[in-house]
């Protein structure tokens, strides 16, 4: 076995890991409120990803080499107060009233996987709201006395995009590594942003797919 190899190898993989330490950050009250976080005292970070590389390494037909997928569909999202009112044809779910414009849900992915895309499809033909994703994890150290700390991820909108669209986050230049033991991870959906007010009939969540290396 060649030790020298394997040191240089051991020495490489520490510095691509230190390389790729991206710092959180708390999160701004304006991030605060556009991801739904109404606590003052729940601990928000934000962590702020490279700009993905010029050559992006997704295949034309979305999958690389030995990636899987995860989908969740509209229905699958909830609300965080009952004062979420679905609405829409399933699969897919609407914001059509009520105070409660947030929709999530969680993924489950194996430990140590490496997620590197996020696609929301979904319908936004309104031209006074937009859609906001975000990617985010919920952690908190195995029996922890701390609160648990929520840490969005990545980030992205509609933008006033008429009609069926594609908002895709893309982590492909730091990739999230699943730490299932300490961490839940979700997407949450703002359907109605900035004002606040459901628009039904003008925007709908389709579904949600996850692209991960295990």
């Given at each position: 076995?060649?030790?020298?190899w ?5 020495l ?10 991206w ?13 739904g ?10 962590r702020?990803?490279p700009f ?8 034309p037909?979305?999958a690389g080499l030995?990636?899987?997928w ?11 107060t009952?004062?979420?009112n679905?609405g829409?044809q ?6 059509t009233?009520?105070?409660e414009?947030?929709a ?5 992915l194996?430990?140590?996987a490496a ?6 499809f979904?319908y936004?033909?309104?031209s ?13 150290g195995?029996?922890?006395a ?22 895709t ?18 997407v949450?959906?703002?359907m109605?942003?900035?004002g ?16 991960y290396?295990?």
């Open positions: 076995m060649n030790t020298r394997m040191a240089r190898s051991a490489a993989f520490v510095c691509c890991m230190a390389a790729n330490a710092a959180d950050r708390p999160a701004t009250q304006t991030e605060r409120q556009a991801m976080f109404d606590d003052p005292a729940q601990l928000v970070m934000v702020d990803l993905p590389a010029d050559s992006d390494t997704r295949a037909d979305g030995g990636d899987e995860q989908t969740r569909i509209g229905t699958a999202f909830q609300g965080r009952g004062a979420f679905f829409g399933a699969p897919s779910i609407a914001c009233s009520g105070t414009r947030f999530t849900a969680t993924f489950d194996p430990a140590g997620i590197k895309y996020v696609d929301m979904a936004d033909n309104s006074s709201e937009e859609m906001l994703v975000f990617l985010l994890s919920v952690c908190q195995t029996g922890g701390d609160p648990p700390v929520s840490t969005i991820l990545a980030n992205s909108t509609t933008s006033g995009t008429p009609g069926d669209t594609v908002v986050l893309n982590l492909s230049s730091a990739p999230v590594i699943v730490d299932r033991y300490t961490c839940r991870y979700m949450r959906v703002n109605a942003s900035p606040g007010t459901c628009v039904g009939g003008s925007i709908f969540l389709d579904k949600v797919r996850m692209q290396t295990p």
